[in-house]
C-alpha cells in the first residue's frame, strides 16, 4: 500500500520538492539574481563573490559576447560595441531614441519595423537581444548555484513602463530561455521585502536613488494589493552627480579646467566615486589622484564638505517627492513608511534630508541595492507554490485606462485605469448604418475622451458580419490583461458568430514620462473634455438620426404628405445648422423638433412594414 506523505498545514514544502524560481533586478546600471532558500530571500553571487552583475554587454564578435564587469572593462577601449544602460531604450522605436540621443553613443540602423538595431561588430543588436544577455547570465548563475532548472521568474520593471517596455523584457526573457512568472513593478518589489504587503493598508513612498536615475512613487496598498497612485523622477539625476561634484572640486582645488585628457578625467572620476563611498562610513576621507604630467593632486574632503557639493541635488529629489506626492492626492504626514531603494541612499545626507522631508525616518535595514531583486524573489517563491499556506499573490494595477474608439472620434473606456489586474472585461457594441458588414476596432490607452488625446495601441477589422439594420448587430468586444499588464483584445458579432481578435503588442513608444502626461492632461482636461464629449454625442446622434430620415425617406417617400416633408425639411435643416456649432444642447434640441416633425411618417412606415408581413396571413396567426 503506498504511503500519503502528510504533512500539517502551514509547513513549507519539504526541500526535494521546493520548486526553484528566482527574482531578477533587470536595472539600468546593475541587475541582481535573488532567490528564497530556507524561508530566506537574497540574493545570489558569481564565481567571485559578486552579488551585482553591471548591465554591461560586449559585442566584440557572434561567438564572444561578454556580460557583467568583463564587458565594462571594454566600455572605454572599444565604447561603441559595449553596451551599457539598454534599459533605456528598451521597447523604444527609431523615432523615440532621438529623444534620448546624447545619452547614447551607439550607431542605430532603422528598420522597417522601426525597431531600432544597434551596430555591433557581432551584427545589429536590438536592444531586447542586449537584455537577453544580461539574463541569460543572471539565469546561468542562479541555475549554478541553485543546482537545477528555474521553473520561473519573476522580473522588476519600473512602474512607468509602458506596454512595449513591459512586452520588450518580457520577449528579452523569452529568448534568455526564462519563464516569466510576471513583471513586477520596482517600487512595489521594494515593498513587498519590506513584508508592506503584511499590512491591511497603508500609503508608501518608495524614494529610488540609483547611479544615473532617481524614481519615487507613492503607492498606496489596500487589501494586499499595491496600486501606484504617482511616479516621478529624473531620469538624469543621481550618484554620478555626486561623483561629478567631486571631480571638479578636485579640478577646482588641482586649478585645473575639465579637459578632453580621458585618462585623466577617468582617473579623477573613479577617485571621486571612491571618496564618495568612502564618506558614507568616515567622516573625511584622503584623496590622491595623479593629474596630468606625473602631477599628484592630494588632499583631504570632509563630509560637510562634500554635502555641501550634492545639496542641490539632493533638493532636486525633494521637490520630486513634493510634487509627486500631491499629484496621488495625498498629504506628507498621510505618508507611513519611506522604502529606501538604489546605491545612493547609502549617503547619510540623502537619508537625512528625506527624513526631513517626510518627518519620519525612511526604511534603511535591507541592502538598498538588493532590496528590489529580494522583493522579486519572495514574489517568484509565492508564485512558484512555495508556501502553499500563503494563498494571497500580490497584484498590481492598471496604469492606464483602455477603451476603443466609438463613432465621433471618442474613446469608450471599457478597463478603467488602477483596475487590479488581471482583468477581462466586455462590452456591447452596435452598428451605425443599415447593412454594415463590417467595422474596425481601435484599441486606446489614456484617459481623455477623444481619440486624437489618447494613444493608439492596435486596430482590426471585424469583417463579414451579416448585413442588418443600424443597431440590429450585437458586438461584444472583451478585453483581456495579464498578470504583466499586457492586453488581447476580441471582438464577436453575437448572431452570427462572427469573430476577430487581436494580442496587442503595441508600437513601441512611450516615453519615460509620457504616461505621467497623459495623466496629468486628462485632469487637467477633465472639465473641457467632458463639454466636448457631450458635444460629440450629439453631432453623432444627429448624424445618425439624419442618415436614418434619408434611408427611410428613400424607401418609403411616397407615405408622405406635402406639408410633412416640409415641416422636416425645416426642421432638418436646422438641426443640420446646429450641428455645424458647438452648442450640444442646440443639436440636442433640434434633434428633437426633427424627431417629433417625423413621428407620423414613422408611425405609418411602420405600420405599412407590419402590414406587409401580415398581407396574406390570419390576425390568428399572429396571436
Ligand atoms: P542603478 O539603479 O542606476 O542601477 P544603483 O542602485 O546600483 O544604480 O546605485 C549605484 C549608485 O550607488 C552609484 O552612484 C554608486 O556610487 C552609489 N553607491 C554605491 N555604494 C555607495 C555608498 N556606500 N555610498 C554612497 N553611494 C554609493
Ligand atoms: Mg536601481
Not at 434619408?550 to 410633412?564: C, F, N, Q, W
Request: aromatic share 4%; glycine share 6%; with cysteine.
Amino acid at each position: 500500500m503506498a504511503l500519503l506523505q502528510i504533512s500539517e498545514p502551514g509547513q513549507s514544502t519539504p526541500p526535494h520538492e521546493h520548486k526553484l524560481a528566482a527574482g531578477i533586478d533587470l536595472g539600468t546600471t546593475n541587475s541582481l539574481v535573488a532567490t528564497v532558500r530556507s524561508g530566506v530571500a537574497d540574493t545570489l553571487a558569481d564565481e567571485n563573490g559578486e552579488h551585482i552583475l553591471p548591465s554591461v554587454v560586449h559585442f566584440a564578435d557572434k561567438d564572444e559576447i561578454l556580460v557583467g564587469t568583463p564587458a565594462l572593462s571594454h566600455a572605454t577601449t572599444d565604447p561603441l560595441n559595449t553596451i551599457a544602460s539598454v534599459k533605456r531604450i528598451m521597447g523604444r522605436s527609431v523615432k523615440d531614441l532621438a529623444t534620448l540621443e546624447g545619452y547614447l553613443p551607439y550607431k542605430f540602423i532603422d528598420n522597417e519595423s522601426h525597431v531600432p538595431r544597434i551596430d555591433t561588430a557581432a551584427g545589429a543588436i536590438t536592444s531586447v537581444e542586449v537584455s537577453s544577455e544580461i539574463l541569460k547570465s543572471l539565469r546561468e548563475r542562479a541555475e549554478a548555484s541553485l543546482g537545477g532548472e528555474l521553473i520561473g521568474v519573476v522580473i522588476t520593471v519600473p512602474a512607468y513602463f509602458d506596454d512595449a517596455q513591459r512586452q520588450a523584457t518580457k520577449d528579452a526573457a523569452t529568448l534568455a530561455g526564462l519563464n516569466v512568472f510576471r513583471l513586477l513593478n520596482e517600487p512595489t518589489a521594494a515593498a513587498v521585502a519590506y513584508g508592506l504587503d503584511q499590512q491591511a493598508e497603508g500609503i508608501t513612498a518608495i524614494y529610488d536613488l540609483g547611479g544615473g536615475t532617481f524614481d519615487i512613487s507613492i503607492l498606496k496598498l489596500t487589501k494586499g494589493v499595491f496600486e501606484v497612485l504617482s511616479t516621478g523622477g529624473d531620469t538624469a539625476l543621481g550618484g554620478d552627480d555626486f561623483d561629478r561634484e567631486i571631480a571638479s572640486w578636485i579640478l577646482n582645488q588641482a586649478k585645473l579646467k575639465a579637459t578632453n585628457d580621458h585618462q585623466m578625467m577617468r582617473r579623477i572620476m573613479k577617485e571621486a566615486r571612491r571618496a564618495k563611498e568612502a564618506l558614507t562610513a568616515a567622516e573625511a576621507v584622503d584623496i590622491n589622484v595623479v593629474l596630468n604630467g606625473d602631477r599628484h593632486f592630494e588632499s583631504t574632503l570632509s563630509r560637510h564638505q562634500f554635502e555641501q557639493l550634492i545639496e542641490t541635488h539632493i533638493n532636486k529629489t525633494i521637490v520630486w517627492c513634493r510634487k509627486t506626492i500631491r499629484d496621488a492626492g495625498v498629504e506628507v504626514r498621510e505618508v507611513q513608511n519611506i522604502v529606501m531603494v538604489g546605491g545612493s541612499t547609502r549617503t547619510p545626507y540623502v537619508r537625512e534630508k528625506v527624513a526631513d522631508f517626510f518627518g519620519k525616518q525612511p526604511l534603511t535595514n535591507i541592502d538598498p541595492d538588493k532590496v528590489v531583486a529580494i522583493g522579486a524573489a519572495q514574489q517568484a517563491n509565492k508564485l512558484a507554490g512555495n508556501n502553499p499556506e500563503e494563498d494571497m499573490l500580490l497584484l498590481d494595477v492598471l496604469p492606464l485606462s483602455l477603451g476603443i474608439e466609438t463613432m465621433g472620434e471618442l474613446v469608450e473606456k471599457i478597463v478603467d485605469r488602477n483596475t487590479v489586474i488581471p482583468v477581462t472585461r466586455a462590452q456591447k457594441f452596435t452598428t451605425f448604418k443599415d447593412g454594415q458588414t463590417a467595422m474596425r476596432i481601435h484599441v486606446l490607452q489614456g484617459e481623455r475622451e477623444k481619440v486624437a488625446d489618447c494613444r493608439s495601441l492596435a486596430t482590426f477589422d471585424l469583417t463579414g458580419i451579416p448585413a442588418m439594420v443600424a443597431g440590429a448587430a450585437h458586438i461584444l468586444v472583451t478585453f483581456q490583461v495579464d498578470a504583466d499588464g499586457l492586453l488581447s483584445v476580441s471582438a464577436e458579432e453575437q448572431n452570427s458568430g462572427v469573430r476577430a481578435s487581436v494580442e496587442v503588442k503595441p508600437s513601441y513608444g512611450l516615453s519615460d514620462s509620457e504616461i505621467e502626461t497623459m495623466l496629468k492632461a486628462s485632469f487637467q482636461h477633465a472639465e473641457e473634455d467632458v463639454h466636448t464629449r457631450a458635444l460629440i454625442e450629439q453631432q453623432v446622434e444627429a448624424d445618425r438620426v439624419l442618415e436614418a430620415l434619408r434611408s427611410a425617406l428613400a424607401k418609403d417617400g411616397s407615405l408622405i404628405t406635402k406639408e410633412e416633408f416640409a415641416k422636416i425639411e425645416q426642421a432638418k435643416s436646422i438641426l443640420l445648422s446646429a450641428r455645424q456649432g458647438n452648442d450640444g444642447e442646440k443639436i440636442k434640441q433640434a434633434i428633437k423638433s426633427l424627431e417629433n416633425e417625423s413621428e407620423a411618417f414613422i408611425a405609418r412606415r411602420m405600420n405599412r412594414s407590419v402590414q406587409q408581413v401580415m398581407k396574406g396571413h390570419k390576425v390568428e396567426e399572429f396571436e
